[in-house]
């Protein structure tokens, strides 16, 4: 399963753990160099460190065109909603998960 993870916090980290413990490729995509290089230490994980995470190139990096599952899990309520909206109907991602709040 290839998974692409918008944002780079607590909650994405640990969510990076688990689902990097169950053998799925990930990509976390943020801005926030610290948490990506605790991330990146997990086997099967892959960073984007981006200025702008919601340029669609950045997504075309981290491989939207390829995955199977999107989770926009960044701090901003407002940007998770719209990166998800582009997850799902610009590059049809099947499994789009947005988190709020």
Do not use: K, M, R
């Given at each position: 399963m290839r998974v692409l993870i918008?944002?780079?916090n607590r909650l994405s980290a640990s969510l990076v753990a688990d689902l990097a413990g169950d053998g799925a490729e990930i990509t976390v995509l943020g801005g926030e160099r610290d948490c990506l290089e605790s991330v990146v230490t997990?086997?099967?994980?892959r960073v984007?460190?981006?200025?702008?995470p919601m340029m669609q190139d950045?997504?075309?990096?981290g491989g939207i065109?390829?995955?199977d599952?999107?989770?926009a899990m960044s701090s901003d309520d407002h940007q998770?909603?719209?990166v998800a909206q582009i997850a799902k109907h610009i590059f049809n991602v099947p499994k789009v998960v947005c988190h709020l709040g």
């Open positions: 918008y944002g780079c997990h086997p099967g994980v984007v460190l981006t200025a702008e950045y997504l075309q990096e065109d390829h995955a599952v999107f989770l998770n909603i719209l």
